[in-house]
Every structure is written in C-alpha cells, then in structure tokens.
C-alpha cells in the first residue's frame, strides 16, 4: 500500500495560507509571466508590415505632390512668358529661355518702363528634383518641362504641364 505525501497539511487546504503557497510554488517551477521569443517576433512583424503599407502610400503621395507642385510652378513660368511675348511680341529665344522672364534687361530685352521680373523671383525657378525646368521656343510657340524624378529630358516620366 502506498502512502501520497500532501505537500500542504489539510487543516489549511481552502484557507489563505494554502493559497499563498499555491501561488509560490508556481513562481519556483517556472510559469513566470511575460512574452514568448515567438509572441514578441509575431508583433514586430505585425508592426514592420503596417509601417512598410503605410510608409508605401507616403512616398507614393509625396511623389504626386513634387509632380503637382512642378506643374503649379510651370503655369506661373507660362505666366510670365505670356507676360513677356506682350511686351516684346515674340517668346524668348531657346538660348536665353527662362532667364528673360527673370532678368530681361539684362538679357537684352524691354519690358515696358521700370519692369521687373517676368515672374516673382529675380532667381531662376528650378524643379522640385532641384533642376532647371527646359525650355524650347522658336518665338512663335514654346514648351515647358521638367526632367522628372530622373532629372534627364524625354524620358517617360518627365512632367508637362
């Protein structure tokens, strides 16, 4: 016949003291709380795949608002060079493009008695990719643009207005 040892005597089973020492058993055979390796993993890669979504849609929406600013800045140079051919009754000349409507009487053109700049810098305006915008004209007609994200001319995703 074999005799079980009770690990706590039963005049205190159901009382305080043999929760207690329920409890600090528990603590020494190891069911400590906290996270797992594999719980803690789970929620970086939960967090690291919200933060690459969202930081997709960010740059995504970034990139439109370089093209749209472009564009804004592109109507003001269309402004001036509508300005300009007013004044002169031609555009300006390709090889002096852009830099008429921000310094005219220095490129050698009038602009009516004490005109300024075309536009609303005496600094030629550049690209939101920190480029100059092209410019083409034959004196009748023009075209504007920006190189893009690329920063090179006639390729796809250069911007028009």
Same mark, same amino acid.
Do not use: C
């Given at each position: 016949?074999?005799?079980?040892? +009770?690990? /706590?005597?039963?005049? /205190?089973?159901?009382?305080?003291?043999?929760?207690?020492?329920?409890?600090?058993?528990a603590?020494?055979?190891?069911?400590? *709380?906290?996270?797992?390796? +594999?719980? @803690?993993m789970?929620?970086?890669?939960? @967090?690291? /795949?919200?933060?690459?979504? !969202?930081?997709?849609?960010?740059?995504?929406? +970034?990139?439109?608002?370089?093209?749209e *600013?472009?564009?804004?800045?592109?109507?003001?140079?269309? $402004?001036?060079?509508?300005?300009?051919?007013? =004044?002169?009754?031609?555009?300006?000349? %390709?090889?002096? #493009?852009?830099?008429? +409507? !921000?310094?005219?009487?220095?490129?050698?053109?009038?602009?009516?008695?004490?005109?300024? *700049?075309?536009?609303? $810098?005496?600094?030629?305006? !550049?690209?939101?990719? #920190?480029?100059?915008?092209?410019?083409? *004209? =034959?004196g009748? $007609?023009? %075209?504007?643009? $920006?190189?893009?994200? =690329?920063?090179?001319?006639? %390729?796809?995703?250069? !911007?028009?207005?």
């Amino acid at each position: 016949m074999r005799f079980f040892m +009770l690990r /706590t005597p039963l005049h /205190t089973r159901g009382t305080a003291l043999h929760v207690a020492a329920a409890a600090g058993r528990a603590g020494r055979h190891g069911s400590a *709380s906290g996270f797992t390796l +594999l719980e @803690i993993m789970v929620v970086v890669i939960i @967090i690291g /795949t919200i933060a690459g979504l !969202v930081g997709v849609k960010v740059l995504d929406r +970034l990139e439109q608002a370089r093209e749209e *600013s472009a564009k804004a800045q592109m109507a003001s140079i269309r $402004s001036g060079l509508d300005l300009f051919k007013m =004044d002169n009754g031609f555009y300006p000349p %390709t090889d002096i #493009g852009i830099l008429a +409507l !921000v310094q005219p009487k220095q490129a050698g053109f009038g602009g009516g008695a004490g005109k300024g *700049s075309y536009l609303n $810098s005496d600094q030629l305006p !550049v690209d939101p990719w #920190g480029m100059p915008y092209g410019y083409m *004209s =034959d004196g009748f $007609s023009y %075209t504007v643009w $920006s190189g893009g994200p =690329d920063r090179q001319p006639n %390729t796809p995703d250069d !911007v028009h207005p």
